[in-house]
């Protein structure tokens, strides 16, 4: 169907659903968009797209997709000042932290930066520290990807490389996260970048919360910090973080996701990079095994465990576990990846045959 929106207004799409510009000129997160081409709302994230002008738009709706038309635009002006302050920072890499509750708007807000530095002719790179809803990398990893080219969302940035952290929750992999942000971090300045844009998890409330995002901004040094707000939920973490904190809004406008939601979520993503996986056999003889005796003492056929499969510190892709063969001390992991593999990575999130997480 085509729709028609006026100039100064937003289109606000929840996929999963197709849009394309068929006239006029708009934008979506500082991304100016070309006629005709076409940008996919995956099932579970909410896009906007900004009139300059009037515009017309193709859209095709899947199953449970919406739209809706609102007026002015849906970014709050206050994300422009982060952006000032990067660019304004003279040394570079510039490093931008961001912070912000669950379903605040971060992910769209590292958008929103990325694609204004990219504009400014910087070369970006963007790592994504938020286990449970990555946009780069498979959930239970944190990830890294660089670009010089605006996008319309994190997801189609190119994952570089990735650090397995092997749960979903912060709190459950605290020590790794922060070690797997540091480790991407130095990996990411041997590319020359101009900045680098840091997400992170929504876990930003009580004293371990506190504890933890320190110990993030200690290791990770940022030059500038960002806390995305809905109300006043960041100013206890802002308050003790000992470090200046960029206040910013998120948008009114935000799609609030159940827990069922981001469960799918993270399914898609184990989905698209166990996509055209084959079973592989491992014998342990050629292969490290962490943590060291971490493997379950029996198998179950209707569930495996999700593992990291690496070769020095390049992850080379995930895998399930699904058979360990004591006799012959062989592991048979369902895997896309081919490369020789010389560490495989234990985690604590268990997948059925079909791909859904199964909670014990």
């Known amino acids: 169907m085509q729709q028609t929106i006026e100039s100064a207004k937003t289109l606000l ?50 199953a449970n997709a919406s739209f809706q038309e609102v007026a002015g635009n849906t970014v709050s002006q206050s994300w422009d000042e982060p952006v000032k ?3 304004e920072t003279l040394q ?33 790179a963007v790592i994504d520290g938020d286990l449970g809803q990555s946009d780069i ?8 990807a660089l670009t010089q080219k605006p996008v319309t969302q994190l997801r189609n940035l190119k994952l570089q490389n990735a650090f397995f952290v092997g749960v979903t929750s912060p709190l459950l992999g605290i020590v790794k996260t922060v070690e797997g942000l540091a480790q991407l971090k130095c990996e990411v300045l041997q590319h020359q970048v101009d900045f680098i844009v840091i997400n992170t998890d929504g876990w930003v409330s009580g004293d371990i919360a506190l504890r933890y995002k320190t110990a993030m901004v200690k290791e990770l040094k940022p030059d500038v910090v960002v806390g995305v707000t ?18 910013i ?42 943590p060291r005796g971490g ?30 063969n004591q006799m012959r001390k062989v592991l048979k992991i369902q895997t896309p990846v081919v490369r020789k593999t010389t560490k495989i990575v234990l985690g604590k999130i268990w997948l059925d045959k079909k791909g859904r997480e199964i909670v014990d």
């Open 137 to 144: 990398g498979p959930s239970g990893t944190v990830g890294y």
């Open 92 to 124: 570079r890499p510039v490093i931008v932290l961001v912070l912000g509750k669950i379903d605040s708007g971060k992910s769209s807000f590292c958008t929103y930066i990325v694609n204004k530095l990219v504009n400014a002719k910087g070369k970006v």
């Open 230 to 247: 809905v109300q006043d939920e960041l100013d206890d973490l802002i308050d003790n973080l000992n470090v200046s904190v960029l206040k």
């Open 85 to 87: 302050a990067a660019l």
């Open 13 to 62: 799409v929840d996929g999963p659903a197709s849009v394309q510009l068929v006239s006029g000129k708009a934008e979506v997160f500082a991304k100016q968009l070309n006629l005709d081409a076409k940008v996919l709302v995956p099932e579970g994230k909410r896009l906007p797209f900004f009139t300059l002008e009037k515009a017309v738009f193709d859209i095709s709706l899947g």
């Open 249 to 290: 809004y998120a948008s009114p406008f935000l799609g609030a996701r159940t827990a069922e939601k981001r469960k799918r979520l993270r399914e898609m993503t184990y989905a698209r990079y166990l996509e055209a996986a084959k079973v592989q056999c491992y014998p342990l003889s050629q292969v490290t095994v962490e």
């Open 295 to 324: 493997l379950p003492q029996k198998q179950d056929p209707e569930k495996g465990l999700l593992v990291g499969l690496y070769s020095g510190t390049k992850l080379l892709g995930i895998g399930v576990l699904r058979e360990i």
